[in-house]
DNA sequence: ACCTCTTGTGTACACTTGTTCACTAATGTG
DNA sequence: CACATTAGTGAACAAGTGTACACAAGAGGT
């Protein structure tokens, strides 16, 4: 009859935030979820929740920190795998989308999140991404790609690039994941818009042709 | 004691979406919203939801097509408005920016719905932004602006486009829409990443930069 | 003027929800 | 080892939920 176990501090509070994920990878959208729901997902009691999480919206936070770990060990493996610049961008789509599939209820509750009705997850979630951004632009000035830009204009274009990979997301999380003809023709297209913006970028000139 | 009042055909319909998309301008999630919570913020008993919705998904769908009315109406403005070529851009977003303002609650709804709950809203609003692509690559061709691109490659710029400005409503429906600094600074990124794609698609070679 | 269909109302019911409370087993520190 | 703290349990409750049903008022066609 259910003893208590505790064997692990903590092991309740990820249970409860994978619950959490995992519910929403099962297509329910994270501000339709309830304590009871989560709690029952993670075969814990309900009160057990107050323990960990003042609410959801709490629980939210906590899964945006996360997030960001999540994303930091993305940067870190396309840092280290990207080999050749002039397939810079190719190899990076390959790596977001390669996570995005085996974190799949992350980034699910990250697209989300971003129209979510939590204000702070929806703060919280496009911190990350201005972060991110910000990283994406030291390394195109290391690499020395960037060199015609000022910080205003590469600040742009490192936004631009974040927000299209982001929403590519929507498309990827609405085909079935195992479609790889589907999950191929969405890493094409994302590498194509980026290609375009990058292409855009070394021919910028502060003004616009159009 | 709140007699019968059936004035005009449909009314309570549109009592029912102006109430949900009222709930979703106050910062509610779509997702979120019940039945009587909805009926309540119409001014109607719950039963009279079944008179014209299914569920809330059903809701959702019809308030995914007068979106499109919202959008179609928008396009007729930008293309009436739009006089001078050289400020195509610039004029194009300032419209944009005018009407999400004026129907901030849809565009809301918009934003959530495309990482929503309902698989078939998702849709919805996906095929609603793939025929504003289309229309806007048709005006493209239309002022010969784009002569030297391909179809795929003009597909993919329109998209890119349509999508860099609806991430955009994310910024935008996350102010606080009288706060009239914070909204001219979003209008003038969106205009600055438009400029960034189409001077990358004026020097598009098939082939990429980076 | 009649009848029929549509639309809105009130009541009812079985469930689910968030949250509180008192209780208990395991844990780590002295 | 003793003890305080933490993290789990179960029962309880008031409030809210979706939905079904029977009924009534107005509209529209004949």
């Known amino acids: 009859m259910a003893e208590k176990q505790r064997r692990k501090p903590g092991e309740t509070r990820a249970?409860?935030?994978d619950a959490a994920l995992t519910l929403v990878g099962k297509g329910r959208h994270f501000a339709s979820l309830g304590i009871r729901e989560v709690t029952r997902q993670a075969g814990v009691v309900p009160t057990s929740f107050y323990r960990h999480f003042r609410n959801m919206d709490d629980l939210g936070l906590q899964l945006v920190d996360e997030l960001g770990l999540v994303l930091r060990r993305m940067m870190r493996e396309a840092r280290g795998n990207v080999l050749q610049a002039?397939?810079?961008i190719e190899e990076s789509v390959a790596i977001f989308i390669s996570h995005a599939q085996s974190n799949?209820?992350?980034?699910?509750?990250?697209?989300?999140g971003l129209a979510g009705e939590s204000r702070a997850v929806q703060e919280g979630i496009r911190s990350e991404m201005r972060f991110f951004a910000s990283e994406l632009g030291n390394d195109l000035r290391r690499l020395r790609l960037v060199d015609h830009l000022s910080d205003a204009d590469?600040?742009?274009t490192?936004?631009?690039?974040?927000?299209?990979?982001a929403f590519s997301l929507t498309d990827l999380l609405g085909v079935s994941g195992d479609d790889d003809y589907q999950v191929e023709q969405i890493r094409k297209r994302t590498t194509r818009f980026?290609?375009?913006i990058f292409v855009?970028?070394?021919h910028w000139d502060g003004k616009s042709g159009i």
Request: glycine residues 4%.
């Open 15 to 17: 249970k409860l935030m």
């Open 104 to 112: 799949r209820n992350f980034f699910m509750f990250m697209a989300q």
């Open 86 to 88: 002039d397939k810079l």
């Open 158 to 165: 490192c936004d631009l690039v974040v927000r299209s990979v």
């Open 154 to 156: 590469l600040d742009i």
């Open 200 to 202: 855009g970028a070394a």
């Open 194 to 196: 980026l290609q375009l």
